[in-house]
């Protein structure tokens, strides 16, 4: 069993303590998220394994929680995009150089949480949210620090990462936005693809 500490002290990430980052997620994400918690001790340990003085962009393969420590931390944005999600459902985040490629991979090594019940169930959601105990899970988050983590040094398919081009722009003959003109005859929203649809013409006041 580990014992509870009620004073943060010691633990630094990207040079800020421990309370000052806890604040930090406060204000970015509206509450403290345990898994933002977690996402920053990732982000700090990548940093302290990539060299001093480069830029670096970022993937989070997970769309839950870990963006947004990156954007807390790093000048990496999905806005800038210099952060890209690649949702493959894994906790685990990399930094890398931007022009060659070489990052460092961190992701959480599941074998390591048989030594912190409250992260395991956190992890693997053992038991509904509500029957967790939040405050032993964020006792855990801090007395575990890095250990749950382990890091691999990678090297980025750039390739892979490349934003489609806005230069060549359409007008789709449909709506009469502009889109990419790579896309087709259509935009992909006139192809059924946009994640809504309209009201009818009268709009919302009706």
């Known amino acids: ?4 500490k009620a004073v943060h002290s010691g633990v630094t990430i990207c040079g ?13 994400h509206k509450h403290i998220a345990p898994g933002v918690v ?7 340990l990548a940093y302290r394994n990539l060299p001093q003085g480069e830029f670096f962009d970022s993937i989070s393969e997970t769309r839950s929680c870990l963006p947004d420590a990156i954007q807390i931390l790093t000048p990496c944005t999905i806005g800038n995009g ?8 894994r906790f685990a985040l990399t930094l890398f150089e931007k ?4 990052g460092v991979r961190v992701y959480v090594n599941s074998h390591k949480l048989d030594d912190w019940p409250e992260l395991k169930v956190f992890f693997f959601k053992l038991v509904p949210k ?8 964020m006792a855990e988050i801090y007395l575990a620090n890095t250990s749950i983590f382990e ?16 230069r060549d722009v359409a007008v789709c003959p449909l709506c009469g936005e502009g889109y990419p003109s790579c896309d087709g005859e259509i935009c992909l929203s006139c192809r059924g693809e946009a994640p ?4 009818r013409e009268t709009g919302l006041d009706e």
């Open 130 to 137: 509500k029957e967790q105990d939040p405050q032993a899970l």
């Open 38 to 44: 977690i996402g920053g001790l990732m982000v700090d």
């Open 16 to 28: 800020h303590t421990y309370d000052q980052y806890l604040d930090m997620v406060r204000a970015f």
């Open 151 to 166: 890091t691999k040094k990678v090297q980025v398919d750039l390739t892979c990462l490349k934003s489609r081009s806005r």
């Open 1 to 4: 069993m580990h014992a509870n």
């Open 82 to 89: 210099w952060l890209k999600v690649i949702d493959l459902g």
């Open 99 to 102: 022009h060659s490629g070489n």
């Open 196 to 199: 809504y649809s309209y009201f």
